[in-house]
């Protein structure tokens, strides 16, 4: 496996161009620390970032959710949150974790059966073997499981209504 390391920065500029060469895919970074702020980000936007082992960050992780970049906005359906309960969470341990570490969630094939638009496949090498790797995104899943509680918890106040004989 090849292996090479390119960057590169304009005089009087904050940001930077990295590109690493590992086998035949080049990948070239954008790092940028305007404003206060790092960006990072690879050029290709297509690319998926995958970070074995624990990201620990110090602040918060935050999806882009602003009104000014979004289209065809539309309530969700409670019919979406039906297939919710089909779901089996279990709990695991990741083959190549020397320390077994504990996890909770779901296996991605299950999930994409119900919910095909909350797994990703990437193409990964794991040895000598080029595979497919599913994920999950869970962070996609939080407005599904809301709308879920808010339609026990008015089936809960029909009930109770219900047994204190109120309308």
């Known amino acids: 496996m090849s292996q090479s390391n390119y960057g590169g920065k304009q005089a009087n500029q904050s940001s930077y ?34 970070i074995k082992g624990d990201l620990f960050v110090g602040g918060s992780i935050n999806n882009p959710s602003d009104l000014q970049l979004k289209d065809n906005i539309e309530d969700l359906s409670l019919s ?25 969630g779901f296996i991605a094939q299950d999930v994409e059966k119900l919910f095909p638009n909350l797994v990703n496949t990437v193409s990964a090498t794991i040895g000598d073997d080029d595979v497919s790797i599913k994920s999950v995104n869970y962070l996609e899943m939080v407005p599904l499981l809301l709308l879920k509680i808010k339609d026990l918890q008015n089936q809960i106040d029909a009930l109770n209504n219900k047994i204190l004989g109120e309308p």
């Open 80 to 104: 979406l949150t039906d297939n919710l309960l089909l779901l089996n969470p279990v709990k695991y341990n990741y083959k190549d974790d020397a320390k077994q570490k504990e996890h909770y």
């Open 17 to 50: 161009i990295k590109k690493f060469n590992i086998g035949s895919s080049p990948i070239t970074w954008y790092y940028s620390t305007n404003n206060n702020q790092l960006i990072l980000s690879p050029t290709n936007s297509s690319a998926t970032v995958y």
